[in-house]
């Protein structure tokens, strides 16, 4: 009976060991090159996936806090500001570096009729183009801001990376310019 105890302890022991070995944080494995997460940089920003996924789920937040269409993002040190139309206004949405919780908002100015226009017939979401231009550009860059702007008659996003890079994309196809 004692000989059949011993496997059975040290059975229990293993199992026990790779239980808690369960509950213990992931490390920043997702974050290396070719890894799909997102880690925190030493100033507490969230660095940006290189598909990034993170900054979309900013922007969906931001929409569904405000019940609007974003058309500006920057960071903001340990946050994100998004600025979201709603009819004609413009509230300015900030949201947690992970995406996930909006910190404040605030009823802003009235939204140039222009861009508002512009906005209304962009067929290219904000989401999108965040998606296009890191897609374009994936190697760590974190993105720094994305804004609807108008250059010789042609809306875009212009999508500005933290190396210095911006791509612009059309808001009309999603084509990068």
């Excluded at 897609?135 to 993105?143: D, F, I, K, S, V």
């Excluded at 999508?159 to 791509?167: F, K, Q």
């Amino acid at each position: 009976m004692s000989s059949t105890r011993i496997p059975v302890f040290a059975l229990l022991a293993l199992s026990s060991v790779l239980a808690l070995s369960a509950c213990t944080p992931a490390s920043d494995d997702a974050t290396a090159p070719g890894g799909s997460g997102s880690s925190t940089s030493s100033s507490g920003a969230t660095v940006v996936d290189d598909d990034g996924r993170t900054v979309v789920t900013v922007i969906n937040t931001a929409e569904a806090s405000a019940g609007g269409r974003a058309f500006q993002l920057e960071r903001d040190d340990d946050e994100w500001e998004v600025h979201v139309a709603v009819g004609d206004r413009e509230v300015e949405v900030h949201v947690a570096s992970d995406g996930t919780t909006v910190r404040s908002s605030n009823d802003d100015d009235g939204i140039d009729a222009d861009e508002r226009a512009a906005l209304d017939a962009a067929v290219t979401t904000l989401a999108d183009a965040v998606r296009i231009a890191t897609t374009q550009h994936a190697g760590g860059e974190r993105l720094a801001e994305v804004q609807l702007d108008e250059r010789d008659g042609t809306w875009a996003w212009e999508v500005e990376l933290s190396g210095g890079t911006t791509v612009r994309v059309s808001a009309a196809d999603g084509a990068v310019l």
